[in-house]
């Protein structure tokens, strides 16, 4: 019932932008925080950005002052801004419900 589906796969230059985005659906999205991981074979699922169900939001170190979440409650979607690229972000990107339900993924390559 829970439907978590990622866009905006793609391949972007270092120093380039990117937005992704992750439509939900089957359950009170405004009433619950949601999340984007992502993942590197090999390498264990790092948390990437938190939004929360009122204004507050958070990062990992690596990403905060590049990338923003925010959450469009109308639609049903939150969206990760991704600025000022760098090849280490290249991974598989996943919103995520409480760590427990997931997206698909998309790839995200950051390379020139």
């Known amino acids: 019932q829970v439907q978590l589906v990622e866009s905006g796969v793609g391949l972007v230059q270092p120093g380039g932008s990117l937005r992704l985005s992750c439509a939900a659906s089957?359950?009170?999205?405004?009433?619950?925080?949601i999340s984007w991981y992502r993942q590197v074979p090999g390498k264990e699922r790092e948390l990437v950005a938190t939004?929360?169900?009122?204004?507050?939001?958070n990062y990992a170190d690596s990403v905060k002052g590049r990338f923003t979440i925010s959450r469009d409650n109308a639609k049903n979607t939150v969206y990760l801004q991704m600025n000022s690229l760098k090849p280490e972000d290249t991974a598989v990107y996943y919103c995520?419900?409480?760590?427990?339900?997931w997206g698909q993924g998309t790839q995200v390559t950051v390379s020139s």
């Open positions: 939004s929360s169900t009122g204004r507050s939001t």
């Open positions: 995520s419900l409480g760590g427990t339900k």
């Open positions: 089957g359950f009170a999205f405004s009433s619950y925080a």
